[in-house]
């Protein structure tokens, strides 16, 4: 009988998590094997100091890697019981994993973990079609799985106020030489583990854009080539905003985004809004919501996004230290 995860099935489930998606595509998470359990943990030396002061962009992204690291070990037929936060002297550790009873995995696990290689940030512009009805419905059923509340914005005057609030976040933030220059250092114009290459930044914002995008060097777009006019945009949320309830949003997120992966339907998103407390007050008031904003989604479908680079595995596992 297994008491604990092994080496190598710690490898294999990483090779899965770290594709999970991060601010500037900092990719701030570690993996260890502690006592038989697999221990996700924030990497203090990957933080954005400007963009993120507080540490809740990593604590999302180490959320989203921890979701994707319980699909491979359940599809595996090793899944987890998981514990957030166990560790109270070490608060960078968000979840240890300890082996479940084994069995199958579930139909939904399955397509889900299928959709973890195909899952990209779209930041382009999406086409006209509507996102229908039954899509939409399991998108929130996904957030509810995971405890958060996923609310979609429908309706140009609810779009449009959304959008004015994400505008007004977008030029505080702008007007920031630090944040500014944290962005552009994550830029890469050449082939690099980490960052975000240039080609995959989408295309320069423009005056009549809807929504703010981050500039990450993108081209300028073709004529006739604007963003959608009345996209589709969800805000994802959780009951309150403890660093626990960070990771439980970046698991609901990931999850959230491979159901639109396996739907067919491109993600961006937009943190601008969740980055600036007044920003994400006045968006939490004009939805009505109870709880804590965590982040913002444009959500349709259009060509595919492009995968950004990830890190070899090795470099972001702390394995035990084997005796000579």
Same mark, same amino acid.
């Given at each position: ?6 080496v190598?099935?710690? @490898?294999?489930? $990483?090779?899965?998590?770290?594709r ?22 924030v ?7 400007a ?15 921890l979701?994707?690291l ?14 957030? @936060? ?22 939904? &696990? ?11 940030s ?19 059923e ?20 959304l959008?004015?609030?994400? @505008? ?9 030489p ?8 994550w ?8 960052g ?18 981050? !500039?990450? !060097? ?20 959780? /009951? ?15 999850? $959230? ?17 969740? &980055? ?9 008031m ?6 804590? /904003?965590?982040? $913002? ?28």
């Amino acid at each position: 009988m297994t008491t604990g995860y092994t080496v190598s099935q710690l @490898r294999a489930a $990483v090779a899965d998590a770290v594709r999970a998606p991060s601010l500037h595509n900092t990719q701030p998470w570690r993996f260890r094997l502690h006592d038989g359990g697999i221990e996700v943990a924030v990497d203090p030396l990957r933080g954005l100091p400007a963009t993120d002061p507080t540490g809740w962009g990593a604590r999302i992204a180490c959320g989203a890697a921890l979701f994707n690291l319980r699909l491979a070990l359940a599809v595996a037929g090793t899944p987890a019981t998981v514990r957030l @936060r166990p560790h109270p002297a070490e608060p960078d550790v968000v979840a240890r994993l300890v082996p479940d009873v084994p069995r199958r995995p579930t139909p939904t &696990e399955k397509s889900l973990y299928s959709a973890i290689a195909h899952r990209f940030s779209n930041r382009a512009p999406f086409w006209p079609d509507p996102v229908p009805a039954e899509a939409r419905w399991r998108l929130g059923e996904a957030a509810r799985a995971e405890q958060c509340w996923l609310e979609l914005v429908i309706g140009a005057s609810a779009v449009n106020a959304l959008a004015e609030v994400a @505008r007004s976040a977008h030029r505080v933030l702008e007007r920031d030489p630090a944040y500014v220059a944290e962005r552009v250092e994550w830029i890469r114009s050449e082939p690099a583990p980490d960052g975000v290459p240039a080609a995959a930044g989408g295309p320069q914002s423009e005056p009549q854009d809807l929504l703010p995008q981050r !500039g990450f !060097g993108g081209r300028n777009r073709a004529p006739g080539r604007d963003f959608e006019p009345e996209p589709l945009v969800a805000v994802l949320g959780t /009951p309150g905003n403890t660093g626990t309830d960070q990771v439980v949003a970046g698991q609901a997120l990931q999850r $959230v985004l491979l159901t639109a992966t396996d739907a067919g339907l491109g993600v961006s998103m937009l943190s601008q809004p969740i &980055e600036v407390p007044g920003a994400r007050e006045a968006l939490r008031m004009s939805l009505g919501r109870f709880g804590t /904003p965590q982040m $913002v989604m444009r959500i349709g479908y259009g060509q595919p996004g492009r995968a950004t680079p990830r890190r070899p595995v090795d470099e972001v596992l702390d394995l035990p230290v084997v005796p000579a």
